[in-house]
């Protein structure tokens, strides 16, 4: 493979592949971008595809200037009936994986998905088959990832109340047994508030949707509690 560059420069390899335009700083950004992208269930297509991957790490922002811990992603070529190529995991050239459970191992990442194109230039035509993925399953598909996205602000919105307002946790949810401290411990107060003080929510953790309605509720009574408390301080 003609293409090469350093560990941790991705998005500049999967760029330099396809000749495709610079426009983020993070492989993760660039996914979120994709207009013609398939999930992590749908079938591969026939042509060459970027694969896509969720990786939490610290990384440094040209455009801000900073390093930053951030969903940086990670971001691969598939080329059906030869191998899934990547910038390498140290020093500098490419590497090349078998499987893409071979690439979540090596990169600690996590597939979210693949897409023809990347940075606004489509890279390979493909037409899917509709009886493989229904305007029902891109809509349920496109739902949710709008719902977890939704999660992931709500989430933040809720921790960032807690840092004002520490004693909202010990005073207010002490039924509940839970500490928001661990995003783990978020989801389970989270739960545990659905089932104990927020039963006439009508929610339910059976979906993402069902989650990002019961985090609502609990920033919605956050934002009530911290209201009242700044309002007497």
Not at 27 to 45: C, I, M, R, S, Y
Not at 50 to 77: C, D, M, P, Q
Not at 162 to 188: H, N
Request: proline residues 4%; contains cysteine; charged residues 25%.
């Amino acid at each position: 493979m003609g293409t090469q560059d350093l560990a941790g420069r991705c998005l500049p390899f999967a760029q330099s592949f396809f000749g495709a335009p610079i426009r983020y700083d993070y492989a993760f950004q660039a996914w979120e971008a994709t207009q013609h992208k398939g999930g992590v269930n749908d079938p591969l297509p026939d042509v060459p595809v970027l694969l896509w991957f969720s990786h939490i790490g610290r990384y440094y922002s040209h455009s801000k200037g900073v390093w930053e811990t951030v969903n940086a992603g990670h971001v691969t070529i598939h080329v059906p009936g030869d191998a899934i190529y990547s910038s390498p995991t140290s020093g500098y050239g490419s590497q090349r994986f078998a499987t893409i459970r071979e690439i979540e191992q090596a990169f600690n990442a996590t597939y979210v998905g693949w897409s023809l194109d990347i940075n606004g230039l489509l890279v390979a035509a493909w037409e899917e088959d509709d009886d493989m993925y229904s305007d029902d399953d891109r809509t349920r598909d496109n739902q949710v990832a709008r719902d977890v996205k939704g999660i992931r602000e709500t989430v933040a919105e809720i921790k960032e109340t807690l840092e004002r307002f520490p004693a909202v946790d010990d005073a207010i949810f002490k039924k509940t047994k839970t500490s928001f401290g661990t995003p783990g411990g978020l989801l389970l107060q989270a739960k545990r508030t659905d089932d104990a003080l927020f039963k006439d929510t009508e929610t339910s953790f059976g979906t993402p949707g069902g989650v990002l309605k019961t985090l609502r509720v609990v920033l919605d009574k956050l934002d009530e509690i911290s209201g009242g408390k700044a309002g007497g301080e």
